[in-house]
């Protein structure tokens, strides 16, 4: 029954069956029947065809003969039921998340993989997938990359690490990967998670110190999943940015080094996040971890006391936080990261969960937080309080050359705090990355390389924003790898099985989606633009896209009647994105003080982050010229730079999947993983290899899968003793493949493989269907024939019948039965041969050897019987003659004949006898293998016993055979003997030339396979020695070895080799000697690198001994010179050590104490002298200070007890100072000038720090800071500018200068800035140039008392724009008039106003219409004048184009109209003239007469109407006057008078004539009578 892929509502494809129901098909599912609703309405010629092999499941989809989406889609559907999650698309590996426990990651499993020569004939997993990149590596030294993606909670995090551990294990034992090796955990699955992690990444007290790169690189995962991972709607431990980890890859197959890369950490849910998600794994680490001892003099409070976090999930399921964070902590230690380091960062992130306490208020912002929340957030950022609420509540900007400073705005305050707390998040993580890398890169200098990159899948949200722009760009771009990679391949395949026939392959190039995204003038390229340029919105970035791009065949425009939206037709599907944010989120800058206060920071970690912050905005000053660093261009960078790297390896795919949205194990949701497939581009791939050859088997299953569409009496070609060669089998199904399609270029034969089209393929796998549902009949037929066959024993028959039930897998136990009757019947056949061929050569011996062996196989068909008879006859005939011979000489012996009578018959029994053993003895020679020395004894005994050349003929030529291949024996045992290649070739062919089988062939092959082998590696090893490289040397010797070198030949190479280990010892010591710089190790390493190592490779070295030399010999100065204490001694040592590079020394920091402590004690000295020589009331503090100084300096005591007793001396007059200091202050209003003396005096008297000398002179900066208000404010109110007022107005508050002043200065500042206002608004007025807002800021300007010198431009422009305006009022009239004089009057009024051409545009075509209506009336009057029906037609013509008013046209065309029916009219007059009728002639003229012709064109009509009337008249008297009884001759006269006057025929006169001639002589008789 015929099985056909139907479209399903949940399951998308599933494989049917059809029966009819009625007249209507229905389709049942093949598994459960049940019958698929929405198939009615699918033809089902449309459908494709189920084929059987894709219901197996099998490994590698692409193995299937027939490869569609559906049969991809029910593959993995199939394989993922059955618990197997790995599928292999071609080279591509789909991963399918379990989300529960599968034992597929043992120890036993990945050495399985590990040992595994080829994983062809292994299940496929991701171990198969990291064997494959092994292999490049080991094989062809090439760098291998892994590129995952998937969706969140597919598993991509989870796939990198196992392919990491893998290749670790690969390069090296690493203790972690065996660990992890032995847990049995699925991918993200969330049950049990916390028991998988207890072990995987805890470092033993015996293993630290020791730890090996690899367990390194391992260590690195607690650190990166906590502070990179949170929990998100779809998957609990979701990576939340993109990271590419590199190997580096040394030529011994190691493990280098290592480096990790982040892509677009998503920062913004350090501040925020969605319903039932959490933030970052290291916030909820701390706050489980809080009561520890090292964390609680970080105070962390309890997850409610969070704003940033409360309210979020605080648990996630199946992570344990409190356990990650022990596993955290011991990752750092591994990778030496000291534990105040630790707690500089564990500080961070406490202080980003402080920040996000800081609550603001008021229109200006103010800090609505206790300063104990404050004072938190500073001592975890480790910086002063009031320079972060500085920070967060003022903002600085740069106007011109000075900088203005200004209050934020509460949303201003909250949003500056949020970007401060996630930029400080995200260059932590950055920073920890850095430091990572560093610890991880060590000295890796390989080129070779292999690369891991996890990546979120295609993204399409609800609302989609930047960061999915971001995503799918780079999406796009590994799709387009993918793409090419793919398409490559294809085409190495085409070439490597030697196929030249145009094969279109063809692949979905995204190049156009890339571009539209990526490139110059694309959108991202417009977003960075748009940084640039001041006052934009993402409204009019929007605008921008669109207009560029608006027609590009993959935008989509937005369809809510606005711009802010556009889309995108990805590969993938289309996407919507929201622009709102794009800006700020390409730009997001920080305040400059934010840098400069994280780099004033005391903790380290912020130090080296605000320094390196503020190197990055320095850097990006200087760039002039160029475009500012943004978010975009960091990002496509980044993305150019990784690409280069990928396309530089041989890359390797996996593609994760997730079953279903809820995370539940064995559940499998088509439709949802149906569209993952298609975003992530598998069916693409499988679209890629259907556009060519889809099919590819290789020979011998294409052999097998077809050989039943050949032919029946060709099917003994293929199996059976008759059976023809692979090579010949192969020719013929394909050739019977060929003959049933179409298009003969359907199938191609590669060099292993047999490729089809898709046609030609379903075409053979219909056939091939057909085939086998006809099997079964022609089975039932073949078991009869084989039956029959068995037993009537025919030979033909039996071997036919046997190869049909091979060629139709017929049952085992008839077959048996068959080929032991087929085994019975050919030993029966060669035996009746045996006899045949011996009864016709008559040979006595093979007569009884065969007679025998027939008796033993008991024949008992009539006629072998009667062939066994046959031969025993002719045995007796053949030993007829010795009978007779032996009889007739016993009977002679009988009757005593003489002895000389019986001596010739004696003699023929004796030749007869000779002959008959000369016979046997050749016949037993010739038999078996023969032997050359029987042979020749047996011809000897033969020629002897005169047998015939016939008779011997065959045996001398068997002999020559046999001594021959006696000869190529002793050739063969020789060459094999000597092992000359040679030799062997020359023995072997003759061997093959004489048909030669015996062992020898054998060894002589052997030994020219190892002599060949041999030969192989003496070229391989004379290569190494010539190149000295030590890797092929030591390959080549293992070769050599292998195929079993002598010693003696190895000798050289192997002293070549221990060269260059010599020299590569050397080079190593060398190497770590300088690295070392031990002088003593260098010596070693010089005097070992002497014989072996060049002069160049030495020369760093010995300049390293140099220097290290110098440096012991300045460190023996600075030793001496430390103990002596002499400063010009150390200041040379000093100077000489630092040459020699000992900065660091212990030697040089003691030195430099020492001088430090001699110069301070000279100079102690000097300035204690210099202060008691110049001691004063001024230099009190100075002697003071230089006492201590001596003291500390260790100055004599007698000079620091004399500059003592001088300072008692000036004592008693501070004290006088400080009374008169007193007296001064007690005044209530102290005078300025009195306390301006009490100071001068108290402070030439020494008092530097007394509490009334600090109060006198905060009075005396108070009362001179108000005058100075004042006056300030009185110059202010005078100049009236509106900044001084400002600055004046704030400083005499700060002061508290009297209020009528202020009053004052506010009144006239008011009035200022209502004048400053109405300037702007004049301005903005003159700007937009529109006559309300002129007259509107006139007014305004006016009431504010603005000059008119200064409201000139404005009135001029509003005249301007009003005389304008009237002459666009009187354009509008003129054009509605459509009066050409107002036209052209108001157009040169619009012209002299300076209107645009656009707004004269109306009014000029209005004028041309009313110039073209003109010319066409005037050109219409002359034609109605003139009254030509031409003329009329064109002025007509002309009046219509110039859209002339209707009461003209129609006046015209009636005229015209009336034109033509006059013509008409003298038509029909001409016609009614011609016919010369009367009533023609009537209707012609009135008509003419109706239609206003002249009298001079009616007058012809007219007067041919009256003489034809006349005639009538006539006609008609003539006739009465005639048809008279009594004729009147008079009447009769007058009428024949008329009528001959008027003209009519004589014909018509005649009978008239003839009347009145008749009457005339009646009359005339009367008148005779009478």
């Not at 009615?40 to 459908?47: D, G, H, T």
């Not at 990179?228 to 190997?247: E, L």
């Not at 056949?829 to 033993?856: G, N, S, W």
Request: one cysteine or more.
């Amino acid at each position: 029954m015929e099985r056909y892929w139907v479209s399903h509502p949940q399951e998308v494809f599933v494989p049917c069956t059809c029966e009819a129901d009625g007249d209507q098909v229905r389709f049942l599912e093949l598994d459960t029947g049940r019958a698929v609703p929405t198939a009615a309405n699918q033809p089902l010629a449309s459908l494709p065809k189920v084929h059987e092999a894709q219901l197996q499941g099998a490994g590698n989809v692409c193995e299937l003969v027939v490869v569609d989406n559906a049969a991809v889609l029910h593959t993995v559907r199939t394989r993922y039921r059955r618990s197997d999650i790995y599928t292999f698309v071609s080279k591509m590996l789909i991963a399918v998340n379990p989300f529960k426990e599968l034992d597929v990651y043992s120890k036993e499993k990945l050495q399985e993989y590990l040992g595994a020569q080829s994983v062809m004939d292994l299940p496929p997993h991701i171990y198969a997938l990291g064997r494959h990149a092994d292999q490049g590596l080991q094989q062809n030294r090439r760098s291998q990359v892994v590129l995952i993606s998937g969706e969140s909670g597919a598993g991509k995090t989870e796939s990198a690490k196992l392919v990491m551990s893998y290749i670790s294990e690969a390069l090296g034992s690493s203790r972690h990967s065996w660990r992890r090796a032995s847990t049995r955990y699925s991918i993200s699955a969330e049950k049990n998670m916390t028991e998988r992690r207890k072990s995987r990444y805890l470092v033993t007290e015996m293993e630290q110190g020791k730890a090996s790169i690899q367990d390194k690189i391992i260590q690195t995962n607690p650190i990166l999943e906590a502070f990179g991972n949170a929990m998100t709607v779809r998957n609990n431990n979701s990576s939340r940015f993109g990271k590419w980890t590199q190997m580096m890859i040394s030529g011994k197959h190691t493990i280098e080094g290592c480096s990790v890369t982040d892509y677009l950490l998503e920062v913004t849910r350090v501040c925020s996040r969605g319903d039932k998600e959490r933030n970052y794994h290291i916030f909820f680490q701390l706050l489980q971890a809080r009561s520890e001892e090292d964390l609680k003099d970080l105070a962390i409070r309890a997850p409610k006391d969070y704003s940033y976090i409360a309210g979020s999930q605080v648990q996630a399921p199946g992570i344990d936080d409190a356990r990650c964070f022990l596993e955290l902590k011991e990752a750092f230690k591994a990778l030496d990261f000291e534990p105040e380091v630790q707690k500089d960062i564990f500080q961070v992130v406490v202080a980003i969960l402080e920040l996000g306490n800081l609550e603001f208020q008021g229109e200006e912002a103010e800090l609505k937080s206790s300063p104990d929340v404050v004072a938190k957030a500073a001592q975890m950022l480790a910086i002063a309080p009031a320079a972060l609420s500085s920070m967060l509540l003022r903002q600085r900007r740069k106007v011109g050359p000075e900088v203005v400073e200004s209050k934020r705005s509460t949303a201003q305050a909250k949003a500056t705090r949020d970007t401060f707390a996630r930029m400080l998040y995200g260059r932590t993580f950055k920073w920890l990355i850095e430091k990572l890398n560093s610890r991880l890169l060590q000295n890796a200098t390989s080129e070779v390389f292999f690369g891991v990159l996890d990546i979120a899948g295609f993204e399409s949200f609800e609302h989609n924003s930047l960061e999915q722009l971001f995503i799918n760009l780079s999406n796009e771009i590994l799709q387009k790898h993918f793409n090419e990679h793919f398409f490559t391949m294809e085409l190495q395949e085409y070439e490597a099985e030697g196929i030249s026939v145009g094969v279109d392959v063809k692949y979905q190039d995204n190049t156009d989606i890339v571009s539209l995204i990526n490139a110059k003038g694309g959108i991202l390229s417009i977003l960075d633009d748009e940084a640039l340029i001041p006052k934009t919105t993402d409204q009019t970035f929007a605008s921008k896209v669109t207009k560029a791009h608006g027609s590009h065949p993959r935008m989509v425009k937005s369809k809510m009647g606005g711009d802010v939206k556009f889309g995108i037709k990805h590969f993938a599907g289309e996407v919507t994105y929201g622009v709102a944010g794009f800006l700020e989120k390409n730009v997001a800058k920080l305040p400059e003080e934010a840098a400069t206060l994280l780099a004033s920071s005391s903790s380290p970690v912020l130090q080296e982050i605000g320094k390196k912050v503020m190197e990055e905005a320095e850097s990006e000053k200087n760039s002039r010229g160029r475009k500012a660093k943004t978010v975009s261009s960091g990002f496509r960078q980044s993305l150019e730079d990784l690409m280069k790297t990928v396309e530089s390896a041989e890359p390797h795919f996996i593609r994760c999947l997730k079953p279903n949205a809820a995370k539940a194990p064995d559940n499998f949701e088509s439709k949802y993983t149906y569209e993952q497939m298609l975003y992530s581009g598998i069916f693409e791939a499988v679209r890629i290899r259907q556009s060519g050859f889809p099919m590819r088997l290789p020979h011998a299953e294409f052999l097998e899968r077809y050989k039943r569409l050949l032919p029946v009496d060709q099917w003994h070609l293929l199996v059976g003793k008759d059976q023809v060669p692979f090579e010949e089998k192969l020719q013929l199904v394909l050739a019977a493949c060929k003959a049933s399609e179409e298009e003969k270029s359907g199938l191609v034969l590669g060099k292993s493989k047999v490729f089809g089209r898709a046609t030609t393929m379903n075409h053979l796998e219909e056939l091939r269907h057909k085939a086998i549902e006809l099997e079964k009949q022609q089975q039932q037929a073949a078991r009869e024939e084989l039956a029959a066959a068995i037993k009537g024993r025919d030979l033909q028959a039996l071997k036919a019948a046997m190869v049909r039930g091979e060629v139709l897998n017929l049952e085992g136990q008839l077959m048996k039965e068959a080929e032991a009757a087929l085994e019975l019947e050919e030993k029966r056949a060669q035996v009746v041969k045996d006899l045949e061929e011996a009864i016709e050569l008559c040979e006595v011996p093979r007569l009884r050897a065969c007679i025998k062996r027939a008796e033993e196989f008991q024949l008992t068909h009539p006629e072998d019987m009667a062939l066994v008879q046959k031969a025993i006859t002719t045995m007796q005939r053949e030993l007829w003659p010795h009978g007779q011979l032996r009889e007739a000489l016993r009977e002679a012996e009988l009757i005593n004949m003489a002895p000389e009578e019986m001596q010739p018959a004696r003699q023929a029994l004796e030749e007869e006898e000779h002959k008959a053993a000369a016979r046997e003895l050749l016949a037993e020679a010739k038999q078996g293998s023969p032997d050359a020395a029987k042979l020749q004894q047996a011809i000897a005994q033969a020629e002897k016993a005169g047998l015939s050349e016939a008779e011997v003929t065959e045996a001398r030529e068997i002999l020559a055979l046999e001594l021959r291949r006696a000869a190529a024996r002793a050739a063969l045992q020789s060459a094999t003997k000597s092992r000359k290649v040679q030799a062997l070739q020359a023995a072997l062919q003759e061997a093959e030339d004489c048909h030669l089988n015996s062992p020898e062939i054998y060894e002589a092959k052997r030994t020219l396979a190892d002599e060949q082998s041999k030969g192989q590696a003496r070229h391989g090893l004379e290569q190494a020695v010539r190149s000295r490289d030590l890797t092929e040397l030591r390959a080549a010797l293992r070769q050599a070895q292998a195929s079993g070198l002598e010693e003696t030949e190895l000798q050289r190479a192997r002293m070549v080799e221990k060269q260059e280990e010599i020299k590569l010892e050397a080079l190593r010591a060398l190497e770590q000697a300088i690295k070392s710089r031990d002088i003593e190790e260098l010596k070693a390493a010089l005097h070992q690198g002497q014989s072996s190592l060049d002069v160049a490779q030495m020369k760093a070295a010995k300049k390293v001994l140099e220097e290290e030399q110098t440096k012991v010999a300045a460190q023996a100065v600075l030793e001496r010179a430390t103990q002596r204490r002499e400063i010009t001694a150390l200041k040379k040592a000093i100077a000489d050590g630092l040459a020699a590079g000992l900065e660091d020394s212990l030697e040089m920091q003691k030195a430099q104490e020492t001088l430090a402590a001699e110069e301070r004690k000279v100079a102690g000295k000097e300035k204690l002298t210099e202060a008691v020589q110049q001691l004063s009331f001024e230099t009190m503090e100075t002697l003071r200070c230089a006492i201590e100084e001596a003291e500390a300096s260790e100055v004599h005591p007698m000079l620091i007890t004399s500059a003592k007793t001088k300072k008692l001396d000036v004592l008693e007059r501070q004290r006088r100072a400080l009374a008169a200091l007193q007296d001064a202050l007690d005044f209530g209003h102290p005078d300025v000038e009195l306390l301006a003396q009490a100071i001068a005096e108290a402070e030439s008297a020494g008092l530097q720090r007394e509490e009334d000398l600090v109060r006198a002179r905060k009075v005396h900066a108070e009362e001179k800071r108000r005058a100075k208000a004042r006056q300030t404010l009185f110059s202010a109110v005078q100049s009236r500018q509106v900044e001084e007022l400002l600055k004046a107005l704030e400083e005499a508050k700060a002061c508290g200068i009297e209020e009528d002043l202020l009053e004052e200065g506010q009144d006239i500042l008011a009035t200022e800035e209502r004048k400053t206002a109405a300037l702007q608004g004049l301005a903005s007025a003159c700007w937009s140039r529109g006559i309300r807002e002129l007259q509107s800021a006139l007014r305004v300007a006016e009431d504010a008392g603005v000059p008119e010198a200064e409201m000139f431009e404005a009135r001029q422009v509003l005249g301007v724009e009003e005389r304008k305006e009237e002459a666009k009022s009187a354009l509008e009239e003129a054009a509605r008039s459509r009066d050409v004089e107002k036209l052209l009057e108001a157009l040169e009024e619009a012209e002299g106003c300076g209107l645009a051409p656009k707004e004269l545009e109306a009014a000029r075509r209005v004028l041309a219409e009313e110039r073209r209506k003109a010319a066409a009336l005037e050109v219409l009057e002359a034609a109605i004048r003139g009254c030509e029906e031409k003329e009329l037609e064109a002025a007509i013509c002309q009046a219509e184009q110039a859209n002339l008013d209707a009461t003209e046209l129609d006046t015209a065309k009636s005229l015209l109209e009336n034109e033509r029916q006059k013509t008409l009219a003298r038509q029909g007059l001409k016609e009614a003239l011609q016919l010369q009728r009367p009533q023609l002639l009537r209707e012609a003229l009135q008509r003419g007469a109706q239609l206003g012709l002249g009298l001079e064109e009616l007058a012809p009509a007219q007067e041919a109407l009256r003489a034809e009337e006349r005639r009538e008249a006539a006609r008609e008297a003539l006739r009465e006057a005639a048809e008279a009884a009594v004729p009147n001759l008079q009447r009769l006269s007058e009428a024949l008078e008329e009528a001959a006057g008027c003209g009519l025929p004589e014909q018509e006169l005649a009978p008239a004539k003839e009347r009145l001639v008749a009457a005339q002589q009646i009359a005339t008789a009367r008148a005779a009578l009478a």
